[in-house]
């Protein structure tokens, strides 16, 4: 079955950088849409990035220019790049995978049904 599993959360002061990763499994992974969405405390959870099967990526405007999606299929490994974090960056962060459904449904928050537990992240001010 499909498992995602999420690492590379902590705290972190504004202004500096950490690396999430998804190790994914159970699945063809180089075919399958991938992202990253967050959740803050109190807030509905919020797409990041996506990343379809052919490379191509999208990101919110949140973190246009500071996040930066990527994947390695040969090690069926998910990650998301944050640099210059702000404390309103400060959420659980989950990969989530499925199965495109259509050109361009990897961009769609709702096509997603697999995700990985999360991992927390913390940026203080």
């Known amino acids: 079955q499909v498992q995602l599993v999420e690492s590379g959360g902590g705290s972190v002061q504004a202004g500096g950088s950490l690396r999430l990763s998804c190790a994914a499994s159970?699945?063809?992974?180089?075919?399958?849409?991938m992202g990253w969405f967050r959740q803050a405390p109190g807030q509905e959870r919020e797409w990041v990035a996506f990343?379809?099967?052919?490379?191509?990526?999208i990101y919110a405007d949140s973190v246009k220019g500071r996040f930066t999606i990527s994947k390695d299929n040969a090690q069926n490994t998910l990650y998301l790049q944050m640099n210059s974090l702000k404390p309103e960056d400060t959420a659980i962060y989950y990969c989530?995978?499925?199965?495109?459904?259509?050109?361009?449904?990897?961009?769609?928050?709702?096509?997603?049904?697999?995700w990985g537990q999360g991992t927390q992240v913390t940026v203080s001010s």
């Open positions: 159970g699945f063809t992974f180089g075919t399958f849409c």
């Open positions: 990343i379809a099967s052919n490379g191509r990526t």
């Open positions: 989530a995978a499925d199965r495109p459904r259509s050109y361009g449904s990897c961009w769609s928050p709702s096509l997603y049904n697999y």
